[in-house]
């Protein structure tokens, strides 16, 4: 192209304005990888990321992959966006580990992948954007353990073995009970995040260790609910356990305001909203953020999206803020 012919082109293209250049741009296609859609958390990630006002204005064509628990399934996920010509993906593995393949795919298909929610092991992320899940499990536990006194004993109800919240939420949790010489871990199995099993655990604990159980240390709302389930069913009171979990998921909420347990809020709107707009900028470079959460968490700062972490903070769920994020669940 000659230099009259640049002039010619560039004066053209300042004289459609920003409008018609935006209008030959194609949606930014970015995949949201759930680990699963089961339960109320990752339904919750998921459709803020639909709410992100990028989606919504047609700049992003959002699709949404439920992982169903299986990092294999994942990685075929992977796959066919790539195969589909996908821009950008966000991916909350479901192993710590193998959710290491997944990304190495991506990249080498030269597919930026923000990491949100759980941590892959992977050094290739463009960024990860999350909470930080030792100290939600040092929270929690400590919440039960002060409530017991720091005598008794407790059982650990654990998320799916060897993804980054139970291992993470596990160390937290072993940082409070370290506080506690004295307490006692009677049971310490997976309930796989799902609120069925760990009313099925809790059942046979209570069969086996009865009243000698004072805590119950879950390592997610689900599963707090199952245990709950669990002390019910066997006709015992609620009020005598000390129980916790993590998340705030609504039946959570409402299971703090009646006094049954614990919980801490994890914002997965914030972490959903912040991963779009850190794989929106690794595509478009000159990209501003669109999504509130920046101003919501002046202590995460945006920095241009050039950070490798975002760490959205944890809210504990209170008697004072509680009906205020219930009426944010209408």
């Known amino acids: 192209m000659t230099t009259k012919m640049m002039m010619t082109a560039s004066a053209l293209a300042l004289g459609l304005g ?7 741009d ?25 709410t992100h006002p990028a989606v919504q204005s047609g700049m ?5 992959f439920d992982g169903r628990y299986d990092a294999l399934v994942q990685q075929d996920q992977f796959e066919t966006m790539i195969t589909q010509g996908f821009d950008a993906i966000v991916f909350a ?5 193998a959710g290491a393949t997944a990304v190495q795919l ?18 290739l992320l463009t960024a990860y954007v999350g909470s930080n899940d030792v100290e939600a499990g040092y929270l929690e536990a400590k919440a039960v353990l002060d409530k017991m006194g720091c005598t008794g004993d407790v059982v ?33 199995q997976t309930g796989n995040w799902s609120r069925a099993e760990a009313q099925a655990l809790m059942e046979n604990w209570l069969t086996s260790h009865g009243e000698n159980i004072k805590g119950v240390i879950a390592q997610n709302d689900e599963m707090a609910l199952g245990a709950i389930e669990a002390i019910k069913a066997a006709g015992m009171d609620v009020s005598d356990f000390a129980i916790a979990g993590v998340d705030g998921v609504t039946d959570a909420l409402n299971a703090v305001k009646s006094g049954e347990m614990d919980s801490i809020l994890q914002d997965g709107e914030a972490q959903a909203l912040g991963s779009i ?4 900028k690794a595509v478009r470079p000159e990209y501003e953020p669109m999504a509130d959460i920046w101003e919501q968490y002046p202590e995460m700062p945006w920095n241009d999206g050039a ?15 509680v009906d205020d994020l219930l009426a944010g669940r209408q």
């Open 307 to 321: 950070s490798k972490e975002y760490n959205v903070p944890w809210t504990p769920v209170t008697a004072d803020n």
């Open 18 to 24: 920003v409008g018609a250049v935006q209008a030959q």
């Open 93 to 97: 593995p479901m192993d710590v580990e």
């Open 60 to 64: 992003v064509e959002l699709t949404i």
């Open 106 to 123: 991506a990249v080498d298909a030269g597919i930026p992948v923000v990491g949100s929610n759980a941590r892959v092991n992977s050094d």
């Open 277 to 280: 707009d850190v794989a929106i």
């Open 156 to 188: 650990i109800i654990e998320g799916p073995i060897g993804q980054s919240g139970e291992i993470q939420r596990g160390e937290g949790n072993e940082q409070a009970l370290a506080e506690c010489p004295d307490v006692s871990i009677l049971e310490r």
């Open 26 to 50: 194609d949606p930014i296609k970015i995949g949201m990888a759930a680990y699963g859609l089961n339960a109320e958390f990752m339904q919750l990630w998921s459709a803020a990321g639909e």
